[in-house]
């Protein structure tokens, strides 16, 4: 057994021709993730139980399986019915990547919307009573308090979900998708050097994980500017 | 539904092994968070180090790789040992619940280092203080002041391991653990109802999330209650 | 029952407040005069912080009426509303808004509740900051002041609303001593002005140069009522001699 650096450099740019489809299911699902996370949200606190528990729901099913499940439900699972097949939604469903980012979505938004909720529990009540005895109306003290208080309050924790959901692009290639880890699988079956391409692979993994902790940490020092200023 | 029928029996041996790689996954995983931790809080800088490669590491790197690269890794490498003892053997096929629990304890482990450092970081000096005056040793200051503030300060990340380390058994059915992801695959080819038979696997993880979760609401409610006995 | 339409700026009439089985106000019955102090003190849990969140809802009473300014307080919002824009408050833990400078602290509620144009709003509220004499703190962030000139931001921002009565829920109790002064003067100050004011607090000397009316509460009651002279030199309930023998020794 040897370690073969010449197949380290012929894979890795390989591998690095699927970043792309790693970068579009990290963002397309972080943005709609985190819509679906404001609304899950919204409803989770408007006090009304026909909102708050189909919310709640959601968050218990999204955040009780395991992604994998998710994924394969949506990808392998819906075709099994004839309504999909025939709904405008089919599309998207038919394609491992629609497929992909619906699942991560719904995974991401329920655990993004506990962590916001987090936030949202942490700002301090008496602002919102100084807020409410200035007569600030009950929207006004969500947009103007809570919103930019709870968003520093749920960063770090937001920080390490979107690392999470960066590894979680990894599982697309379970469904036939070339993301980068598709790719690094296709090599090893080819090779079987295991060592040398999943090895540089998590190094690439890795430099990215990196790149998304010093960028949430400026956000956060940004943030936090008037806690230590 | 129908077509699961004739399928619950696989599905519950199944289950049977999710509860044994969880089982093990969690032995290990609190050994390598207590190593890691042990050696995070260390004065030895090499220890040190290599905790903090250790977590970085398996932090971040994409789970389904961590056992990908250990399963055909540690395959491999045995063969090619085992190749330099006696030449004909082709293949040694490691079995994939090793490597797999293996495998998650070490990425689940990773995170708990962090909760366990931040545990024992978290006791209020104050109260080790307050201990010491009042003449306690060494030792009893560690079990009776430091132990329970410690439990009560991991046990809720501690239950987020443990509901990762009973979801990341899903993934090891990629290198063909037979658990009830690779029994709904099974099963799929003979039925063609993959939505149902996957809807099955989805609601066994849903019964042990939740039994995990009551579990630990369980224990932090005891937990609570002798916080404000101590008080 | 009481008129409504009486010259009271602030009536409390039969008022009672419950915390589930916990009764935190009992039969409460009060009148504010235009221009009057009220200084209302008592032993912690008496309610007396309860009695004053209650004028601007804070906490919603259980029983009774409170009538501000002709205004009943009731279930509509729009009545909340409107209530609120004339009663300020000043709350213990200051309660500034962290992540806002101090100028923005008094410019939001002029521009979103009262309407009032941005460039108007910084001029009120330069104003009123150098009516609490910290002018020169209007950029910083309230971490980055004291607790004394915190509270003294909070006062002003309350100002700004043109509020027709301030309530202030023991505004020093959170103060190092050496603080309490510094805030103590600017109330001071406005009750020389005519504000109406009503304060909970233990400042005793505060009490006696100006309150008009001293009241003490005890177990969600109101036991005496009487002027800061005869409260002090004479009070007629025993509760009250105990409470006072207390506060007034150390």
């Known amino acids: 057994m040897s370690f073969d650096l010449s197949l380290i450099t012929e894979s890795i740019p390989k591998m690095l021709a699927g970043i792309g489809i790693t970068f579009q299911l990290m963002f397309l699902s972080a943005v709609l993730g ?40 949506i990808y392998y699972g819906l075709p099994q019915f004839e309504f999909i097949r025939d709904s405008v939604f089919w599309p998207i469903l038919r394609e491992p990547f629609g497929c992909a980012v619906l699942a991560l979505t719904l995974n991401t938004g329920a655990y993004v919307s506990e962590i916001l909720r987090g936030g949202v529990l942490g700002v301090d009540r008496g602002v919102l009573e100084a807020g409410s005895a200035l007569g600030l109306s009950a929207r006004q003290k969500f947009i103007y308090l809570t919103t930019p208080i709870a968003t520093r309050l749920a960063l770090p924790a937001y920080s390490n979900d979107f690392i999470s959901l960066m590894k979680a692009t990894s599982l697309a290639s379970t469904i036939t998708l070339l993301d980068m880890t598709g790719i690094a699988r296709t090599i090893v079956a080819q090779t079987f050097a295991p060592y ?5 692979l998590a190094i690439i993994y890795m430099i990215l994980t990196w790149i998304i902790q010093k960028s949430f940490g400026r956000i956060e020092k940004y943030l936090s500017r008037y806690v230590n200023p | 539904m129908d077509a699961v029928t004739g399928w619950w029996d696989d599905y519950f041996w199944g289950s049977m092994i999710v509860l044994q790689v969880f089982f093990f996954s969690l032995l290990l995983m609190v050994l390598f968070g207590l190593i890691g931790a042990a050696a995070k809080l260390s004065d030895n800088r090499l220890a040190q180090k290599i905790a903090g490669a250790y977590t970085v590491i398996f932090r971040g790197t994409p789970e389904i790789l961590v056992i990908l690269l250990l399963y055909f890794g540690s395959a491999i490498t045995l063969t090619a040992i085992a190749q330099m003892f006696d030449p004909d053997i082709k293949f040694i096929d490691v079995p994939p619940m090793w490597a797999g629990t293996i495998a998650i304890a070490l990425i689940v482990g990773s995170y708990a280092t962090e909760t366990f450092r931040g545990a024992f970081l978290g006791v209020k000096p104050g109260s080790i203080e307050a201990a010491r005056a009042l ?14 503030e410690m439990w009560r300060l991991a046990l809720p990340p501690f239950g987020n391991h443990m509901l990762s380390l009973i979801k990341d058994t899903a993934l090891i059915s990629i290198i063909g653990l037979n658990e009830t992801f690779f029994v709904a695959k099974q099963a799929i080819g003979t039925t063609g109802e993959p939505f149902t038979m996957y809807i099955v696997v989805g609601c066994i993880y849903l019964a042990f999330s939740t039994i995990i979760t009551l579990s630990v609401m369980g224990m932090e409610k005891f937990g609570a209650r002798t916080g404000e006995g101590a008080r | ?80 509303d ?85 309530l202030f829920d ?57 002027e800061p002279e005869i409260f002090f030199n004479s009070p007629k309930s025993a509760r009250t001699k105990a409470f006072l023998s207390q506060i007034l020794t150390h």
């Open chain 3, 82 to 166: 409107a209530v609120r824009r004339e009663v300020g408050m000043v709350f213990q833990s200051f309660n500034l808004f962290p992540h806002m400078t101090i100028v923005k602290n008094l410019m939001l509620a002029q521009q979103l509740v009262r309407k009032i144009p941005k460039a108007e709003a910084h001029k009120t509220a330069m104003h009123f900051l150098e009516r609490v004499k910290i002018p020169e703190q209007a950029n910083k962030y309230p971490v980055q002041l004291s607790g004394g000139q915190q509270q003294r931001v909070a006062i002003a921002r309350a100002l700004c609303m043109k509020p027709e009565i301030i």
């Open chain 3, 170 to 226: 023991e505004p020093t109790s959170a103060l190092d001593p050496e603080m309490i002064n510094e805030v103590l003067e600017v109330m001071t100050d406005l009750a020389k002005e005519g504000m109406t004011m009503i304060c909970v607090t233990h400042e005793m000397g505060f009490a006696r140069s100006v309150a008009d009316r001293v009241i003490f509460m005890d177990a969600g009651e109101i036991v005496e009522e009487a």
């Open chain 1, 196 to 200: 040398e391409v999943f090895i540089s």
């Open chain 1, 34 to 73: 985190l819509i679906l996370a404001v609304i899950l949200l919204l409803m989770r606190i408007s006090g009304k139980w026909y909102l708050s528990w189909p919310a709640q729901v959601h968050i218990y099913i999204f955040r009780g399986t395991p992604i994998l499940v998710q994924i394969f439900i």
């Open chain 3, 1 to 80: 029952m009481t008129n409504p339409t009486s010259d009271a700026l602030i009536q409390m009439i039969n008022v009672d407040k419950f915390f589930g089985e916990f009764q935190a106000l009992t039969n409460i019955n009060l009148e504010v005069k235009r221009g009057e102090k009220i200084v209302i003190c008592g032993p912690s849990g008496s309610g007396k912080s309860t009695l004053i969140r209650c004028i601007n809802r804070l906490e919603e009473h259980s029983a009774g009426r409170i009538i501000i300014d002709g205004k009943e307080l009731t279930d509509q919002v729009k009545d909340i």
């Open chain 2, 135 to 148: 003449g306690m040793s060494n030792l009893q200051t560690f079990i009776y002041i430091r132990i329970p």
